[in-house]
């Protein structure tokens, strides 16, 4: 059982970081750009994809992605033509590049063919499954990109799926805070779990929230099977404690 020492620290931090004054600094500014619901998952979608290196790159490289699709993400997959392709050939973060950008584009346009939100494809299933059929459905079309697979994090392969894991967060919860959307609504916060990035692993460790040497997917749901034991109805509300304590250095 975790202590309430702990438990008030998480508290204190996750009202700390779970307000408006976060979102400028942090990718999930680019989906809150937009209103309708196939834009904000579009928009955070590709900003969570990009979500690793230094805060400011993500965010000017998905506004770019953003820009190029003429601030319209939805109506550009669904609608684009081979010419409104050619802006994207120069793009470059880290390691995705335009070949993993145009075979994601290629694949959301068939996904969005079947379906009218990205949300049909986690319903109804545990997240351990939706993220296996998620990844499995984006690499269901021809010709496939084997080199975008390292983008599209999937348990099967016992991967934490962090960035993955964030972008359920942004698309799931919801409070009165204004930061996460809660747009997908079949879907229960209740089952989410906790994105793993190296802030959160090294508190949730000093923590004692995590007792597993290895940083896999199993990792991942001891960290969330511990904040459940806590908040069992929105558990990963304190993904913004733990990250806010890395960014802060604090001294446990």
């Known amino acids: ?60 490289n998905a506004n770019r992605i953003i820009t190029m699709m003429d601030n ?27 070949t993993d950008l145009l075979y ?26 939706g993220l296996i059929d998620f990844h499995n459905t984006i690499f269901s079309y021809e ?9 599209i994090a999937s348990p099967i392969k016992k991967s934490t799926c962090k960035r993955l894991n964030m972008y359920l967060r942004w698309m799931v919860r919801q409070d009165n805070n204004g930061v996460d959307f809660g747009i997908w609504k079949t879907i229960d916060a209740a089952n989410l779990l906790c994105p793993l990035d190296v802030h959160v692993e090294n508190y949730a460790r000093q923590l004692n929230l995590i007792a597993r040497k290895q940083k896999d997917w199993l990792t991942v749901v001891e960290l969330s099977d511990n904040l459940k034991q806590i908040c069992p109805t929105d558990p990963i509300k304190y993904d913004y404690a733990l990250f806010g304590m890395g960014i802060e250095k604090v001294v446990l």
């Open 1 to 60: 059982m975790v202590n309430q020492t702990i438990i008030d620290l998480l508290n204190f931090y996750h009202d700390k970081y779970n307000n408006i004054n976060f979102i400028d600094d942090d990718p999930i500014s680019v989906p809150h750009r937009f209103t309708k619901k196939q834009d904000i998952e579009i928009a955070g979608f590709f900003a969570a994809i990009l979500a690793w290196g230094n805060r400011k790159t993500i965010i000017k």
């Open 72 to 98: 319209q993400p939805y109506d550009f997959i669904v609608n684009h033509t081979t010419k409104d392709l050619k802006p994207m050939q120069d793009l470059v973060h880290r390691t995705f590049n335009a």
């Open 104 to 129: 994601l584009i290629a694949s959301l346009k068939e996904i969005y063919i079947q379906n009218n939100s990205l949300e049909k494809l986690f319903s109804n299933k545990t997240i351990q499954q």
């Open 143 to 151: 010709p496939i990109s084997e080199r975008t697979r390292k983008h």
